[in-house]
């Protein structure tokens, strides 16, 4: 075998393994989607109820908690970024990054200051490169997050946003992560999770002309929504963590798929390129036996005379 | 037959259960409370118990919930809990288990933990 016939075999070789890991993990990227969106569902309920409460506590009593009040003057802003713990997801990750990057400039030039906490490795790895300040980062679980991860993340949060602002707590608390709409299209979003814009909240459900009933709170309207308050930002935070779990397999599942299309092509153009060399190389031993055969032929001619 | 009440029994990550009942008792902040069909609207804060529901065809579900609210309204209840389970859900050896452990450690609120479930198995 000559030696451009071997290269190109040698790479073809190669790109045939590549292949089959891409398209593995495509296949695994695809049964996992299935998995988070019934994860997704099944934390719907829960989110549900728990807004119609709120909602129902927040309009219900003239209570003024710090959660639900804004702040006259907001200086410090803290911004919560979901991204992925592992790469060849395609531009999920650094769709999320750029995402919180529009935010930070728009909230900085509302004269506020921002707070960094991350979710995943590849938005920790980027704010590291960078030298900026992580307020507080989590990783290890972006795959398929639980309701204690979600725990977890809440609990700085809302003590930051229970501090004074003059002893370094924040007034706002904004999240971005990406928005599970389909499963080819996934929206890097961001939103601002408190203080609570109930109106918001109740046009996303739907039921904005429903009447809430005068409830009977036990032991205290107070209490209700202090214990209330934590909860709903733990599910709003679980139920984006899920969303944008399902959304990472969901951009992997697609980077994979292109990945194992080129891998395809490049092997389809590779054995052309092989074919041809081999065509050559037959095409050139023919004519160097040929070439020998008459040389021979010629020469024993010359002898017999 | 009764008049009757929609129960929904929510965990953060899951509908653990949902049917008619004619009578939910559980455990809050304040005290017990028992909701029958009718009762005024109601908001609740929860403490880590177990809720009793008398279902409509007579029977009893026991599930032990930890930490949560109760809401009541338009004969609909909810029940939203961090961490709930059904009676029959829970491995008693399990809860034992974690009980020895936790009292072992003085972890106060895993101690807790594990005597609900432990009750709500014993509940009739």
Known sequence: MGAQLRVYKRRIQAVTATKKITKAMEMIAASRIVKAQRKVAASMPYATELTRAVTAVATGSSTNHPLTTEAESPVRAAVLLLTSDRGLAGGYSSNAIKAAERLRERLAAEGKEVDTYIVGRKGVAYYGFRERKVTESWTGFTDSPEYSDAKKIAGPLIEAIEKDTAEGGVDELHIVFTEFVSMMTQNAIDGRMLPLSLDKDAEEDGKKDELLPLFDFEPSAEDVLDALLPRYVESRIYNALLQAAASEHAARRRAMKSATDNAGDLIKSLSRLANAARQAEITQEISEIVGGASALADASAGSDK | ?124
């Open chain 2, 1 to 124: 037959m009764a008049a009757e009440l929609h129960v929904e029994l929510v965990a953060a990550d899951r509908n653990v259960w949902s049917g008619e009942a004619t009578l939910v008792v559980a455990r809050t902040t304040s005290g017990d409370i028992g909701v029958m069909p009718g009762h005024q609207p109601l908001l609740g804060v929860l403490e880590s118990g177990p809720v009793t529901i008398r279902t409509s065809d007579g029977g009893t579900v026991v599930a032990a919930v930890h930490g949560g609210f109760i809401s009541f309204a338009d004969n609909k209840l909810s029940l939203l809990a961090e961490i709930a389970e059904l009676a029959d859900e829970i491995d008693v050896q399990r809860a034992e288990r974690a009980l020895e452990r936790a009292k072992s450690d003085t972890d106060g609120a895993a101690e807790r933990r594990a005597e609900v479930r432990l009750r709500a198995v014993a509940a009739p």
